[in-house]
């Protein structure tokens, strides 16, 4: 079966501060997908940053980096520069294109930014 | 604003009623999921649709149905609603012409809450 662990249930950054999410997958697929999302209390989703499993190089948005080790099966989310705005839930998810792409979502990491 | 719509915002209803949530996809994309985020359960796929097809079918109970019509709006219908069902539905969209990853657009949830 197919899943995300995100094992850590709530996490505490200076503002200014770096802060990595921890992420791990279990799939025997050779191509898949992993993805984060950020969901703020006022509960949308949004997209943060995409790693396909053939990039050899680790995904990289603004502020946001993706730290993909393939051969541990993890793929962290790194929060450079935290911003108080940075204080929400994050998931993290994973699409298989075997099976029509839906998403297999983590726990969720609560996130919060301390000025 | 990702693009895609999905109205009621909230909805209230009590126990062993039907409600039907509505999503209309971004411009162009083809396939629309369901998820369901609940407090017990977290962000669980419920159903996939592609061009007017079902394409995949995750955890969804038998009491809930969806369709995608010709517009590609799609609809999710959930009957015999029990407490339990109280949950965040969230449509997703994504397949449109020129996507290079398989990112899925997150409307802004239906908050169904069962009496």
């Known amino acids: 079966a197919q899943k995300i662990t995100q094992t850590q249930p709530g996490m505490f950054v200076q503002e200014k501060e770096a802060v990595t999410l921890d992420c791990t997958y279990d799939?025997?697929?050779?191509?898949?997908?992993l993805f984060w999302y950020k969901q703020p209390s006022s509960g949308e989703m949004i997209f943060l940053i995409y790693q396909g499993s053939y990039d050899e190089q680790n995904a990289t948005e603004g502020r946001y980096s993706l730290n993909f080790q393939k051969a541990r099966k993890s793929a962290n989310l790194v929060i450079s520069a935290s911003q108080l705005g940075d204080s929400a839930m994050y998931f993290c998810a994973m699409s298989r294109p075997a099976t029509g792409n839906q998403f297999y979502f983590g726990t969720g990491t609560s996130l919060t930014v301390i000025p | 604003d990702s693009g895609v719509t999905q109205t009621p915002k909230h909805l209230i209803t009590a126990t062993g009623q039907r409600v039907t949530l509505r999503c209309s996809p971004r411009?162009?994309?083809?396939?629309v999921y369901w998820y369901q985020q609940s407090l017990d359960q977290g962000l669980q796929f419920l159903i996939q649709y592609y061009n007017g097809e079902e394409r995949a079918k995750g955890n969804i109970l038998e009491r809930f149905s969806a369709q995608q019509f010709p517009d590609l709006h799609s609809e999710l219908n959930l009957s015999s609603l029990e407490l339990g069902d109280s949950a965040l539905y969230f449509c997703a969209s994504s397949g449109g012409q020129g996507q290079t990853n398989n990112e899925q657009f997150f409307g802004p949830g239906t908050r169904l809450t069962v009496l």
């Open positions: 411009s162009g994309d083809l396939s």
């Open positions: 799939t025997s697929d050779q191509s898949y997908g």
